[in-house]
């Protein structure tokens, strides 16, 4: 054996140290020493503080010696630390090809689960899904092989991550939407304003003059509510018949108000959203007379365009004992 024994190595190895070598001065120090770090592995990394000897050593006459037990101090701590350092050089290499084999393995069963599951989606007629969700099963979409492809509310989706998600079979594409109503959400501002990032494709491809078919008739809504719109749709019908039942409330006369008043706009504590105080009381007096005639909460819906409006208006709503009327 080479060492006579585990506290005899580790006497050669302590041997630098008791000199006073310290890791950071391994690499500065006369005995030719360095870091040893091993290459990255995808995500994996890992560093020893093992001082181990520089390339420049020369191990010739060392490894040349008959008897190893007659090797200086000094001559031993580096024949031990170039063994480590071999033996760290094909464990990292080991460590790498064990890693590229992971890899190949997960591949085969990423594949082999999607072939499982597109195996039952395919007798199914329709397939649902969201963008995040068919970014995620691009696979699995890639061995169905759809060839209609309808996309909801396109105006609202990113061109780019529309494009990431379309199979490659795909044959028809149908987009329903609004282009005039909310466009995509970008964080980035440059984004919008030097790249035009939050013009969906669904918009994009209308300003361009391909041809589109829109909708005509609006089925929610009164027929007073849609002159409010007419700018935008200005060929806007109504279902007569399916909004006959939407009738106004018995306690308000007319079906639409509009209120100007003089209070200013104030700024939410620790926020910089705005409030309107007095619109809240207004809002709270309204609410109250709803309620006292005898109007279902769960049927009226008060909106607000700021955060800080909301949060006044709900604090009002829970100080009172407006629900309970």
Not at 273 to 295: D, F, M, P, Q, T
Request: aromatic share 8%.
């Amino acid at each position: 054996p080479l060492f006579r024994s585990e506290i005899e190595n580790e006497r050669f190895l302590s041997h630098d140290y008791e000199r006073g070598l310290k890791a950071g001065q391994w690499r500065d120090s006369d005995q030719g020493f360095v870091f040893l770090e091993t290459p990255r592995a995808d995500s994996f990394s890992f560093s020893t503080a093992v001082p181990i000897p520089s390339r420049e050593c020369d191990f010739s006459n060392v490894c040349c010696e008959d008897n190893l037990w007659e090797l200086s101090p000094h001559n031993r701590s580096q024949l031990i630390l170039h063994w480590i350092s071999k033996m760290q050089e094909e464990a990292s290499a080991a460590f790498l090809e064990i890693t590229r084999k992971q890899d190949e393995l997960l591949e085969e069963i990423r594949e082999l689960e999607a072939s499982a599951d597109a195996a039952v989606i395919q007798n199914a007629k329709i397939v649902g899904m969201t963008t995040t969700g068919a970014a995620i099963h691009a696979l699995l979409i890639n061995k169905i092989a759809p060839p209609i492809i309808l996309v909801e509310e396109a105006a609202e989706i990113l061109e780019s991550q529309l494009l990431a998600v379309l199979p490659e079979n795909a044959k028809h594409l149908i987009m329903i939407g609004d282009h005039q109503q909310l466009r995509p959400q970008v964080q980035s501002y440059d984004l919008i304003r030097h790249n035009n990032f939050d013009i969906s494709m669904f918009e994009r491809l209308i300003k361009g003059a391909l041809p589109f078919a829109q909708l005509e008739y609006q089925c929610r809504m009164r027929e007073e509510f849609v002159g409010l719109i007419k700018s935008l749709y200005p060929k806007l019908k109504t279902h007569r018949e399916l909004v006959a039942g939407n009738c106004g409330p018995d306690c308000i006369q007319k079906s639409m108000y509009f209120l100007d008043h003089k209070s200013k706009e104030g700024v939410t504590e620790h926020s910089r959203s705005h409030r309107n105080v007095e619109e809240v009381n207004l809002i709270a007096n309204v609410l109250k007379w709803l309620l006292r005639h005898g109007h279902n909460p769960e049927k009226i819906t008060i909106l607000t365009t700021y955060r800080g409006q909301l949060h006044e208006v709900r604090k009002k709503v829970q100080r009172s004992t407006l629900m309970c009327l």
